[in-house]
């Protein structure tokens, strides 16, 4: 299997998200923004970052970039693609993913490790998790806000596209606590807490067994690994 | 040059984490008869040519397309440059 993650000028967490790919047992493959060409990827990653240096706003240029033409199209194909932070940015700004992510209420940036609920394992990035699991990973940014007109966030929660809720503290001020969304097909998931950071002993959050020993991050990509097996 | 504007607010009821601050700033500064303050963006989109019809329609295409996300913001003005008191400055960049 392999799995694409797309650099954009001023992403952050490329490599780490190519580690966390490898980790996951899929082959990563670095894909350019600039470049017009997929190279045959089975899944994609859009990873954290301020692509452009978000000056429009996060991930509006990068929505606009060549590469987005064919992930768009593969998107609406059916392949899973997971935005992760500026990814999930991105995602919103390209249409792929409803709603928006504005400034945090707070006006600071946070960083901290986040406890979320996972409330649909039936998308292509989710469904190694079990029902109603709580796991921990970390959340960094400032404008994570999510937010949605009330028709959109009612149809969400009807239609179980809220795949993870942030439980206990909401860091941003997101609508409902919205961490993460999928479209209705659920192969395009989108959040903005960091799994690619918590996928290796000794790197990941804080767990009651040991320090850095968090790696409920991991299961992101294997849930990916086996929607392709599933569907192949 | 001829200069096409393009102004972009946030939605009235989505939070302005920045105008509350510069709200907040103000109360400190004992300006209390200001009771809110928003922040939004100008664009300026300088052209060779006059300023003409097909122009300003395709500065408000890509004010909805790029320049504003309509889910959490408004376009509100497209149009020449314009002064202070709202008057057309035909004359700026003569």
């Given amino acids: 299997m392999r799995v694409g993650v797309i650099t954009f000028p001023g992403s952050l967490d490329d490599r780490d998200a190519q580690r966390a790919v490898k980790l996951g047992g899929a082959v990563p493959v670095a894909l350019w923004h ?8 089975d899944a994609i990653v859009l990873p954290g970052g301020f692509s452009y240096g978000d000056y429009l706003r996060a991930g509006a240029i990068a929505a606009h970039s060549p590469i987005m033409s064919e992930v768009i199209a593969a998107a609406n194909g059916g392949m899973p693609v997971l935005g992760i932070c500026n990814g999930f940015q991105i995602l919103v700004e390209s249409h792929l993913l409803p709603g928006g992510l504005v400034r945090n209420d707070h006006g600071d940036f946070v960083c901290r490790d986040q406890k979320l609920r ?4 039936d998308t292509a990035w989710s469904n190694g998790f079990k029902e109603d699991e709580e796991i ?18 009612d149809r969400l929660e009807g239609e179980g596209q809220v795949v993870f809720r942030y439980l206990e503290i909401n860091p941003n001020g997101s609508a409902n606590d919205i961490a993460g969304i999928s479209n209705a097909r659920g192969n395009v998931v989108g959040l903005m807490p960091h799994p690619e950071h918590a996928t290796e002993p000794g790197f990941g959050p804080d767990t009651r067994v040991a320090m850095r020993s968090g790696t409920d991050g991991l299961t992101f990509f294997t849930s990916a690994i086996t929607s392709l097996m599933a569907n192949a | 040059m001829p200069t096409i504007v393009v102004e972009v607010m946030p939605k009235a009821e989505i939070l302005d984490p920045q105008g509350k601050a510069v709200a907040g700033a103000l109360v400190r500064l004992d300006r209390s008869e200001f009771t809110s303050v928003r ?15 097909d122009l300003l329609a395709e500065a408000r295409a890509i004010a909805n397309d790029l320049l504003a996300n309509t889910v959490i913001e408004d376009v509100i003005y497209v149009g020449e440059a314009r002064g202070a008191d709202g008057s057309q400055t035909a004359a700026e960049g003569a």
């Fill in chain 1, 118 to 121: 996972v409330e649909n394992i």
């Fill in chain 1, 34 to 41: 600039g470049d017009h060409d997929l190279k045959n990827v």
């Fill in chain 2, 39 to 53: 922040i939004g963006k100008r664009f300026e989109l300088t052209v060779d040519g006059p300023i003409t019809a």
């Fill in chain 1, 136 to 153: 921990i990973i970390p959340l960094k940014n400032g404008e994570g806000g999510y937010i949605a007109d009330q028709e959109t966030l």
